[in-house]
């Protein structure tokens, strides 16, 4: 056992751990493409009470999680202020929004990419009108995830004309953010299918390539979720970390998800756990300061006790993770694996200060053979965290 | 039937059609990690002479196709001039070339990022001597392969250094382009994993969000291989219209894959035959006027005699899409019901000329229910492309 | 051009083509885990009615697909009532029956694995019940599909007790048929996940093993599904011949899927079309004679017309690749390939008759390498395949 | 912590653990489908005593792992005494056997089902002279992995013909051993794909499903391996239940997979790591009584030094997984939430002893809402299984 054994205190969380939760995860009321609810409504009033008592630092909400859609304005009105009496009583933050563009028939060709140009334009009003009151709620991160931009057959959809309205919507919002002095960016939210059989920016990559041709690219950058990399077979520690060297990770989804299928939404850690474990330690030693947000579905076959002891497990999974990263980096034999690995090597550039390609040997002039030899001991190394991952060191 | 039936001389290759082959593909002598080769090395003059016989346009290599590894001045002036003098005889041209950064032991751990930084100065360096070579035999693009790239355990490698080394290489190898004077422009390929268990920029997406990051962008694309997207179960045809649409598809390769598994390299369109259909489409209608390159690899169970005709199959496959795809456009029964499902209604912009998003109705304003309600028709218009797919109608 | 070139009468669904369909599949009213429902309920007579027009053989359901879940007696009568009548109008057979053991919050752990003994027993009354009502109509085929039998997490259930309860609960059900005189035959219906993480018997293969340890394993063969074991990456052509080889395609359930994801449950050929036209070649050259099911959904984006529209573009698909198929078998070019091939070849004995083990050569004798050499022409025997499949011969 | 902390002796590995590792595994010389050997030959022998040395109980092998193929008698001779040699000198023993039937050329289209019967005879013969020398060496266990047979495209093999084929190969060989009396017992390992497009018998459902037709189904059983199953994106620990409870866990490979894809062979734990747990859990509370057999591959970027520490790596995380399992199912805390999630209710038959399904309670009378609330617990219990996988309990 190191000195880094885990205090308990350690893994209580707390606000300042910035962990929040969507309003729509421990509310799901586990409808499923074959079954039926198997959990009453949750008013989102307990759902911040509750989370506020498990330690959470703040909740995120769809406009129809708060305010079912098609309310009229007194009720829209007394949905909101019965909300914000409840963060003010618990002290809940809201740091991130989002709007509902999939569940209504509306949106079944898409929303700021329907073939349909009304449903575009109401797409683009209801994030407008729910910008405002992101804005007045203080989130300054808004979130689009587009799960039914997209098609199921090739036919369906001229993708490259997609791609301009999926532009036209984001420079559209990104223009009435800075008219309106709201300071919000968004986080584009990527994901490879389901609902559709195939999504428009499937993956981190693609969104950060959409990012580019964007009219306003600094303010708009990605949110994405463990399950859905993960549903392409990615690594989502690699997704993360060329999000976060690209400037763009803004937001985190934390979920699990078992490999290739449906998209399972488990507990933060339930999926692949040694991904999870180095997940932690990048955005940890990364300096990531944004939310660690759980979006995630408790298991349809609990009730609401369960529910809770879903919700607290993300974070108790998390933390736990992030002790056993600490321990990692902390151990001197891992530091002497990591100087076998040549880890640090890879910082140092690869031609000196002051070189040009000029002064690379020339191909005949290097022992390849010689160089090939060598060993990396990533294997020892990965043992070294697995030990450390299982407590065992 | 239709009257755009195919005529035989339709389907026979021609060099106008831009048909290349790897030297790697018909040469490659099918040794698998379970199995020893079943097939003799072949003479790169006599895939020239065969290639150019069954109508292809050119052929493009790695530096030790051509040039076995570790071959001395002599021996490699006496590789080249053969193959010039075949090609002069033929008529073939080698419009793209590449480097072998991934078969020789110095580059177990990469080529660009990997940890030792002497495999990395190493490899830059055979990159710029293939160059020389490139630009010798007027070839336009430059294939960036990092198969290498990457690593099968998350301790091994600290991403963001890698994806900082990647640039630097890149970056590099521009520089030495224009200082050249050479007119190149370089293609990065993405694969998601084998031989490494996750490689770095797995997607054409990570690509394209990659290359926004580098020192000259504009000289810098992608060549999309339909297997290397599908062993991540993306959509090959919407990846190659978001590329199309980032104005970064500079050279492609056609091939077949069965789904996610292990990379196959099938003839183009032994896999998913829908998508290959709509890929062909795509690429017509979209003007794409690269090459249309196989990057292939002839069963295993083939001698020779196969390898050619399976060479064959893959411009035949190509030259029967391409003319289901035009008969499937022209037909007026299509163009239908394209109307519709609204195929065209998304090319028009979301907001009117002169429009803000003040001009757009207020959500309450609309009838939700109503747009809801309409269909798109998006199963009977795939259902008319399956038929010209088939040849039915 | 074949001589075989479809004329237009042979795509004109016959009820002799033994197409049939779940009242659930042109029923199924869109609602997905993002959304609600897009269509209105459709009364089942409808669906007989429209099924039959477009050629249809017959319909299949569950118990709860006719009537609703907890209908009292009259109401219950009524309902069976009127579907009758309208089976007796159009002629229409109900060949095949099944139990809703997945949509109600009881099952929501399963229904014959439920680690509540209660819902197991209620689960197995539930089956008896609407057995009686599958012996009244005449089906002779009842399908299991044990969709809620599973978990999500390793820890919630003992799987060998699991697969002990589903033996009981099949060998009651049998023994039930058995003192009716039902003369009812049980085809289980294998899939992977979804929406279970894990459900069990996730494979052709896994049924048919399970099969072997029943009490009567001749009363009991599988209905495979197109989409299910493609969600394992499994290739559904060698499924279904390994359970004909078995003797238990008891009935078969088509559909179409795009690789490794959620359940698309597309229409027949729109997911993997080489796979689905060997598929129906099988089928067709085997002799089966069971029916030809579709269970498949409508797209969400379809409004009736469009459903009504899918629903015949699955038979025709099916008998436009039955007539590709043909063609294929009777090319006489198709013939001398597969001599090369050696396909019939392997219908020889290994040993002839009357030979023994001792009666092979010794492993010295062999010139492994000569025989290595020989090539097997897959691959043009292949590229004829997809001619005859692109209607090209 | 709890009190089942491990002690430091318990993770030495001992011959009585039944550590077993495969000639070809610590034997591998790195060459992958892209890139060439990257570590010299090993010899058998020296396996054999570093293996020893780090506590394995034995060795297993392919005929052509310990004498290279086509060796003449004089050279096989010397091959088997040398091992012979230094198995009596470490006391290693080898309890299982295999035949290399895929790395030569002549099995390209496979051995027991290619489609040149020649090669058919031939596979069986070499399978026969290698039961003799595994009769001589003690092996109890043969297994077959049957690699090569299969095809990558759909008209190359008549499915049905090569599961005859296959039968009667199998059938042959079972009569082999018993004429010989050898006691020898014959495991088959499904494999999805990789080498060929699709295999036989991609599954352990499959392979359970084909013994059941054999001439002698009590003598087969199966060797399923970890990456092997979850490249189907499959349970193994739901697979391995179903072989025990068929009573067909002959054998076991253990190993690392990361998801579908490519067959990785990593440390047994080293991929999901969650599954891992639970199938150790398994075997161990199972009583399976057999090997515990990696089939790995040390990385392509490790030196002898890292072949031998990873040899290490899959005894020591087996070890500690099993310890993990043990505390898991010692602790009080998950003794309760096992109860409220009623794991051991799914034990107790459905019918009471001399109940019939007369017994049951008639489908109107059960109050399924009411069964349907209760909650199971299960994301609390599987959280219970992740601290003490952690070492957090």
């Known amino acids: 056992m190191s000195d880094l054994t885990p205090q308990p205190s350690d893994l209580t969380p707390q606000p300042s751990d910035h962990f929040t939760f969507g309003l729509w995860t421990v509310g799901w009321q586990a409808r499923d493409p074959f079954g039926d609810a198997t959990r009453p409504p949750l008013d989102p009033v307990e759902s911040v009470e509750r989370l506020s008592e498990l330690g959470a630092y703040g909740v995120t909400f769809h406009d129809d999680d708060l305010i079912p ?42 929303a700021f990419t329907s073939n349909d140009r009304q449903v575009r334009r109401y797409a683009i009003a209801k994030v407008m009108r729910n910008l405002d009151l992101a804005a007045d709620l ?34 559209v919002l990104c223009q009435y953010v800075i008219d309106q002095g709201y300071g919000i960016r968004f986080a584009l939210e990527p994901k490879p299918n389901e ?73 933060f850690g339930h999926g692949d756990l040694i991904n999870a474990f180095f997940l932690v330690d990048l955005l940890e030693s ?47 034999k891992v530091q002497e694996a990591m100087e076998r690995s040549r880890i640090a090597e890879l910082r140092q550039p690869t031609l000196a200060p002051g070189e040009t390609y000029r002064d690379l040997p020339a191909v005949d002039e290097v022992d390849a053979d010689a160089i090939g030899e060598a060993g990396y001991g990533f294997v020892a190394l990965q043992q070294l965290a697995i030990d450390h991952l299982l407590g065992a060191r």
């Open 195 to 267: 609902p559709r059989g195939d999504i428009l920016l499937p993956t981190v990559g693609h969104g950060l390539g959409f990012i580019e041709q964007l009219q306003y690219p600094d303010m708009v950058g990605l949110n994405p979720e463990v399950g859905h990399e993960q549903m392409s077979g990615l690594n989502f520690m690699h997704g993360i970390a060329q999000a976060l060297w690209s400037g763009k990770l803004f937001h985190i989804d934390l979920n699990g998800q078992r490999g290739i299928k449906y998209d399972q939404d488990l507990v």
């Open 69 to 110: 859609f098609g309310s009229d304005d007194a009720a829209r009105t007394q949905h909101i202020d019965r909300f914000k009496a409840a963060l003010a009583r618990t002290g809940m933050q809201v740091p991130m929004m989002t709007t509902n563009l999939f569940s209504h028939p509306i949106f079944k060709d898409g």
């Open 138 to 171: 203080g989130a300054s991160i808004y979130v689009m995830w587009g799960g039914r931009e997209g098609a199921e057959v090739d036919s369906a959809k001229d993708i490259r004309a997609a791609l301009d309205r999926y532009k036209e919507a984001v420079d």
């Open 286 to 332: 990364a300096g990531y300061d944004g939310m660690r947000h759980f979006d995630y579905k408790p298991l349809r076959t609990e009730d609401m006790d369960g529910v809770w002891a879903s919700a607290a497990s993300n974070m108790r999974t998390y933390l736990l993770l992030r002790e056993r990263a600490a321990s990692f980096r902390a151990d001197p």
